[in-house]
């Protein structure tokens, strides 16, 4: 990568970079020039003393991320080798745990490196590429990993279409291909995992002490609802820790197979357990008419889903999902709601809590509070980059 451009950081935003803020926004640039995602970017203050290099590439809100405040660094595969071996040193003892097979090992600007994550699969690695921009320097970026590491394989996901999305394609890269499906462990539970079956593998790696906290500490006799419930992966969690009874809600009919399998893979019968495809509003409205009620609902929607009859957004709908949820638990009952919306930090989210609760005339209390896990790094100049919530709430 030899292109290069020098931008000129506006007075009023040089100070927040200086501080190490990371993502670059065209509002920070005194002119946007015209220029082709992947480029290097020198940036320098209105008089023209350097800042830091970054790169070129939109993703989301940004137009690029900050790499090294070194103005002699060269942004070459050595930089990255280096950057790839910090972050892998620092999650030793995850490798470390038989325990724990699947974690992330590179998470994006936490590491230094925004705009591309590296999850471990038993071996086997998925790499998470968020911009054109940085998937301009891949095979920089991928001789510098297999410096930094062995695999047993290499999978990609490619999330920057038009929309942002994820780009539909063969995700193996190298290496040898992962059996269908890969048992991971986490936390002594198995999971089956599919590395080249779409945006996402079966397991959400962000969740892994959350489930432990359910699994530990609060699922033993209780009656578990699990909304939004994907392949069911805390609805395992909570069986592994002696809960009563399961029900399992997805809109997803793949949804069913999965749960399934999850359950099969720990040898716990899925016939135990209740595994449906349904809207979650829909489902709230049968548990109404029937007069069901949880011990534990566990609310972890998607920020947006649309089906054929509805939209859901957390944004707009999180506090009426949470008002129909406490209907139908019990008294001392708990709601472990959870949302990765970025839209929300944990004090507004806290507030959605407060109003639905006065809203229902209930009273509750924060028992457990939870961001990121310790393999999701993250900086504390970049506030946006801790993206999870999660409350586990006492119904009074």
């Given at each position: 990568m030899v292109n290069e451009i020098t931008v000129k950081i506006k007075k009023k935003s040089a100070q927040s970079y200086i501080k190490g803020y990371p993502l670059l926004t065209k509002e920070a640039l005194v002119t946007v020039p015209d220029m082709e995602e992947g480029v290097i970017l020198r940036l320098v203050d209105e008089s023209g003393r350097f800042l830091a290099n970054g790169y070129h590439g939109n993703q989301n809100k940004g137009i690029g991320w900050i790499l090294s405040y070194d103005e002699k660094q060269a942004l070459d595969q050595a930089f990255f080798v280096t950057l790839?071996?910090?972050?892998?040193?620092?999650?030793?003892?995850?490798?470390?745990?038989?325990?724990?097979?699947?974690?992330?090992?590179?998470?994006?600007?936490?590491?230094?490196?925004?705009?591309?994550?590296?999850?471990?699969?038993?071996?086997?690695?998925?790499?998470?590429?968020?911009?054109?921009?940085?998937?301009?320097?891949?095979?920089?970026?991928?001789?510098?990993?297999?410096?930094?590491?062995?695999?047993?394989?290499?999978?990609?996901?490619?999330?920057?279409?038009?929309?942002?999305?994820?780009?539909?394609?063969d995700d193996f890269l190298e290496g040898d291909t992962a059996p269908e499906p890969l048992i991971v462990k986490e936390n002594g539970i198995n999971y089956a995992v599919y590395l080249n079956d779409g945006a996402m593998t079966g397991i959400f790696l962000d969740q892994r002490d959350v489930r432990k906290t359910i699994c530990d500490t609060y699922a033993a006799g209780r009656t578990v609802l699990n909304t939004f419930s994907y392949t069911g992966a805390f609805s395992v969690a909570a069986a592994f820790g002696g809960a009563a009874h399961t029900t399992n809600v997805d809109v997803a009919n793949r949804s069913i197979p999965k749960t399934r399998e999850q359950f099969t893979v720990n040898e716990l019968?899925?016939?135990?357990?209740?595994?449906?495809?349904?809207?979650?509003?829909?489902?709230?409205?049968?548990?109404?008419?029937?007069?069901?009620?949880?011990?534990?609902?566990?609310?972890?929607?998607?920020?947006?889903?649309?089906?054929?009859?509805?939209?859901?957004?957390?944004?707009?709908?999180?506090?009426?999902?949470?008002?129909?949820?406490?209907?139908?638990?019990?008294?001392?009952?708990?709601?472990?709601?959870?949302?990765?919306?970025?839209?929300?930090?944990?004090?507004?989210?806290?507030?959605?809590?407060?109003?639905?609760?006065?809203?229902?005339?209930?009273?509750?209390?924060?028992?457990?509070?939870?961001?990121?896990?310790?393999?999701?790094?993250?900086?504390?100049?970049f506030k946006e980059g801790d993206y999870l919530k999660v409350l586990f709430l006492e119904v009074r």
């Open positions: 790839f071996e910090e972050a892998f040193a620092k999650r030793q003892v995850f490798f470390n745990d038989d325990g724990t097979t699947a974690f992330r090992i590179f998470n994006g600007e936490g590491d230094g490196l925004g705009g591309l994550t590296i999850d471990y699969y038993d071996g086997f690695l998925v790499l998470q590429w968020y911009s054109h921009g940085i998937y301009k320097w891949k095979s920089t970026i991928l001789a510098a990993i297999k410096t930094a590491i062995t695999a047993r394989g290499i999978y990609e996901k490619r999330r920057f279409d038009a929309k942002g999305q994820y780009l539909e394609s019968d899925p016939v135990a357990h209740t595994i449906m495809a349904e809207d979650v509003f829909q489902y709230f409205k049968y548990a109404n008419r029937k007069e069901l009620a949880f011990d534990m609902v566990i609310l972890d929607p998607p920020s947006f889903a649309r089906t054929k009859k509805t939209t859901f957004s957390v944004a707009k709908d999180y506090g009426k999902l949470l008002e129909e949820s406490i209907v139908i638990t019990n008294p001392n009952g708990i709601i472990v709601a959870s949302t990765n919306y970025a839209g929300y930090g944990m004090d507004k989210f806290k507030q959605v809590v407060q109003e639905a609760f006065k809203n229902q005339g209930r009273d509750y209390r924060i028992i457990e509070q939870f961001t990121l896990p310790a393999d999701f790094a993250t900086r504390s100049s």
